[in-house]
């Protein structure tokens, strides 16, 4: 029987009321299964509103299911349109049965009449809650300090990712779920991480320990030279050592004329502790021949070289077993010969004055004289940072000519990790910062880096520096002929030659010792 006789025969006094009862019966039994169901999805919807609205997702429905729908992947042109949800009162379907029976009614002719219509969805870019979990996981914080600190919360993101070969009838399914499992941390907390205090546990082993003192003490050097020039000026029964003293550094030109090496005092087993604390560690492509002059030219400069250091002015590194019957002299600043009693200590581990006469001095020694030559300088010093490898290099000929005019080989040499060991105060080009640090340059002749390190018995800053690998590689020597006055061509030719020569040996293990390399080996002006 059609629902609109039903109705007719209804009005016009037939008895059709069992008729009717049993139909409503059935439609209640109906209903109440479509409750039951609408109940579960009320539930559901309010779960997926709250975890949206604390979020920023917009709810999007698919008869009755809440989506995220990609937009971007989706190739129909006919766009969802939403249906509108209307609240059902169970106890109409009880109590007004006649009005229940001509809404279903119109609702049955309207569904023979117009086709069904799919929801409008909003576009949401999925990718951004794949791909980007840290951007949900800031907008989590933020709401957990709106709500005073609430404990940890799970959030579970459920996101669509749309066939583009859907039917036009297939209603689009979940294929993927995204966990997004993070707990939420209070910001306070989160900024007091940035300034914890790292300290050293105590249970650190004592030759541990000693190494740090190794490496600590180099800073003591100089301060500790000039403190004890002070004292003894101050004590006037000490003048009688000290006037002396300062008469013979005043006339004294050993630092241009080769220096005075002691060796027992290169190779003090105190300089294994220093080498250990990195570690450092000398490796050579080749052998050289000790008839030979060399000029090793070491880079890069890093903060303060403490890798040409270990290799050049102490035996910690074997650099006397690895270049039998060559002597190499470390070359270091003239102003370091002025301090006292810290040149007689320089001169001691081989150090010499980087100056054109001390390297003319050494290269006309003998066969196997050689000198070592940080050639990036000071200059190179402002652009050391972690992971980075600038080298101040396209200007500095110098050293080229110099090898000419004595017929001296020149031998590249890279240290991985000497820029790794401090970090440094962000100092571009142009800024004030660094216009201050090249004009003291031009004035002094060292600049002054704004660095820092580790600690001594924490590892958060300090001046001792971080222990991380120092592999000095020396590469092949590159044979120059004796040039007496070699022209400008001539420089440039193998100074040419002498860059690339660095370029492929950096190239060549930067694999194995900086592959976490920010940048590549760079020439600077």
Known sequence: MEIGDALQNFDAGVPVLEDTQKYVADVNDDNDKEN???????????????????IGIPNQRINGEILIDDSSNTENDQP??????????????????????????????????QPKQSTEESEVNESAYIEKPEQIIEELEDSADAENDQPKQTIEVVELIDSANIMDDQIPTIDTHVKVEEVIHDKKSAKEKWFKLRVAPLSTPMGRRIQTLSVVSFWWYMP?????????????PLWIILIPYVIFMMYDTAPQRGGRRIQWLREMSWWNYFRDYFPAQLIKEEDLDPSKNYVFGYHPHGIISLGAFANFATESTGFSEQFKGITCSLCTLTTNFKIPFLREFLMGLGAVAVSKKSITHILNSGPGKSVAIVIGGAAESLDARPKTNDLTLKKRK??????????????PVFCFGENDLFHQISNPKGSDIRTKQEEMIKTLGFAVPLFFGRGIFQYSFGLVPIRKPLVAVFGKAIDLPKIENPTLEEVQKYHTIYLQALSELYHRHKGLYASDRRSSINFVD
């Not at 039951?36 to 604390?54: F, G, H, M, R, Y």
């Open 36 to 54: 039951d169901n609408d109940s579960l999805l009320v539930s559901e919807i309010q779960d997926q509103k709250a975890v949206q609205e604390l």
């Open 224 to 236: 500790f030279s000039i403190f004890l020039f002070i004292i003894m000026s101050l004590f006037p």
């Open 80 to 113: 969802k349109q939403s249906t509108e949800e209307s609240e059902v009162n169970e106890s109409a379907y009880i109590e007004q049965p006649e009005q229940i029976i001509e809404e279903l009614d119109d609702s049955a002719d309207t569904e023979n009449d």
């Open 398 to 411: 110098g050293f080229v000519k110099i090898a000419l005019q004595h017929g001296a080989s020149l031998v």
